[in-house]
């Protein structure tokens, strides 16, 4: 049977303790189901188990980098435990966790908090870690915000890692609000030819995979590289470019399969503008369906100004 895991990330002091607090103490999520309550950090908030409605909460606290998925079975088979509530160390990755719990816990909610005071300037230094805990979160809070605050950088720092993020904001007054900021994309979807400019490549690339539909028997122009394909070597290459998320560490190339009768005359790495009709179909490349690309025309181009791509 899974085991539902509820996942609050965020570095320390940034709230994770209060909010878990303030959720054991509601009725609503805690009607008496065995909950195993895992720390990986000791901050200034201590949890107060005399305010929960049933004694039905184990607190262990572990290593987030030492753990192994060993020890937190044995940890879940010793309470019994129904579900499972982490709070994450900020210092470190929150995959590294996740990758190690065992096959029947899923993951059934991850949360970020990040103090409005401290997070531009965790993003600035620590950019791997935030893109990290920003990536996988289904919602990011953030707190302690003054209610003349301009949101529009944390708007802009959680919507570049994860468009689908949902947003609040947590002001001092004890008022909170949720994001309603629209963000058109850059591009007109509806144009007989969708122009994709230099700076937008790795924002198309991210809208495509996570919506291929809405592109189906599009027509689209684009600036990227050659790379040739391991399979499908004749009449295929993907065009593509090297896109970075977060860091140098994170770079990597990201293309498309695309059908072109002159495939095998093009040399890797060389620069082309490239014209095609976009089917979203199967192919190996994905396990499953995803864009496949039918060029119309291939041209020699220029490198862009900045060869890799970032949001």
Sequence with gaps: MPIPVYAFTGFLESGKTLFIQQT?????????????????????????????PHKCVYFEPIDHAAITTEE??????KHHAQRIVVELNGMQLAGEFFNKMPMEWQIAQEVMFADSRTILSYNANMRELVVDKLSGAEMVVFNRMEKTADVMPFHKLARAVN???????????????????????P??????????????????????????????????????????????????????????????????????????????????RDWVT??????????????????????????????????????
């Design 24 to 52: 054991l103490e509601d009725p609503r999520f805690n009607s008496g189901e065995r909950t195993l309550l895992l720390v990986c950090e000791d901050g200034e908030e201590e949890y107060d188990f005399s305010t929960y």
């Design 163 to 185: 468009r689908r993020i949902d947003i609040v904001y947590d002001f001092t007054d004890g008022t909170t609000t949720f994001d309603e900021i629209e963000d058109p994309l």
């Design 187 to 268: 591009f007109d979807l509806e144009a007989p030819v969708i122009e994709i400019g230099d700076d937008d490549y790795a924002l198309w690339y991210r809208d495509i995979t996570e919506e291929p539909k809405k592109y189906d028997k599009k027509t689209v122009r684009f600036k990227g590289q050659v790379a040739k394909l391991r399979k499908d070597r004749d009449g295929m290459f993907a065009p593509g470019r090297f896109v970075m998320t977060c860091c140098e560490a994170d770079i990597q190339f990201m293309g498309f399969p695309c059908k072109f009768i002159g495939a095998s005359l093009l040399n890797a």
């Design 274 to 311: 490239v014209t095609a009709k976009i089917n979203i179909k199967f192919h190996s490349l994905y396990r499953g369906t995803g864009p496949i690309l039918t060029a119309v025309t291939v041209e020699p181009a220029q490198a862009p100004k900045q060869e890799v791509a970032t949001f």
């Design 72 to 77: 937190l079975a044995a940890l879940q088979k």
